[in-house]
């Protein structure tokens, strides 16, 4: 009876240790997988180049710089108003995101967009303040540079590794210049770190917007 007992209590024995055992494992491949899926900053997001020291004029008068920046995470992009190729589905991404940004107080606190207008000669700051105000585009959160034409071409084909037509004048609202429809992710200390189109790649906004967040998550854990 007491062996019986013995061998009773052995089997309940190895059977907890059995399901200890497992249990165990099973936590340790949960954590393993989990690991797997934890975001490294650097790896999807690394940092493509250095933007070079500007200071521009915005929609309202006030001077934008790459210091003023500092530490505020923005989405860039070269385009001027009167275009009629590219431009016109690039705002309507940017009003996108610029709702985004005011229905997201973190977004709302950090991230910016920034315009530069390839056309600063037609491109006056009356003209981009009525053109913001026609496109509903809050100043707070969305600037519209101009300076000379020649400084932002070069800050946009040397500084972006974007096309800007070579600084050539518009050939007109129909031709404008020829110039890239990207959106140039930078982070708080000016650096790029992704290259979008959400104007002509399905998917690109919210990957945009997404990697915006992830880079937002880096900031407060540096």
Not at 1 to 12: F, L, P, Q, T, Y
Not at 96 to 110: C, D, M, P, V, Y
Not at 206 to 221: C, G, S, V
Request: glycine residues 12%; aromatic residues 8%.
């Amino acid at each position: 009876m007491a062996n019986g007992v013995a061998g009773k209590s052995e089997r309940v024995s190895e059977g907890i240790l059995g399901w200890l055992s497992w249990s165990l494992l099973a936590v340790g491949i949960i954590a393993v997988v989990a690991g797997a899926f934890v975001w490294e900053p650097a790896g999807d997001l690394p940092v493509r180049r250095k933007i070079p020291p500007f200071e521009l004029n915005d929609q309202d008068g006030a001077k934008v710089s790459l210091d003023t920046l500092r530490g505020k995470i923005w989405v860039g992009t070269f385009m001027f108003p009167p275009c009629r190729n590219a431009c016109p589905a690039m705002a309507a991404e940017l009003l996108r995101i610029q709702k985004t940004i005011r229905n997201e107080g973190a977004l709302e606190e950090s991230l910016r967009l920034v315009s530069f207008t390839l056309d600063p000669g037609n491109d006056t700051q009356r003209r981009l303040a009525e053109y913001s105000k026609q496109q509903g585009i809050d100043s707070r959160l969305w600037s519209f540079l101009r300076g000379e034409r020649q400084d932002i071409a070069r800050l946009c084909e040397e500084g972006f590794g974007l096309s800007a037509g070579g600084g050539r004048e518009p050939a007109g609202p129909a031709l404008g210049v020829p110039h890239s429809d990207r959106f140039v992710l930078v982070d708080g200390r000016g650096q790029i770190r992704g290259y979008y189109r959400p104007s002509a790649v399905a998917g690109d906004l919210e990957k945009l917007i997404d990697a915006a967040r992830l880079l937002l998550e880096e900031d407060r854990e540096g």
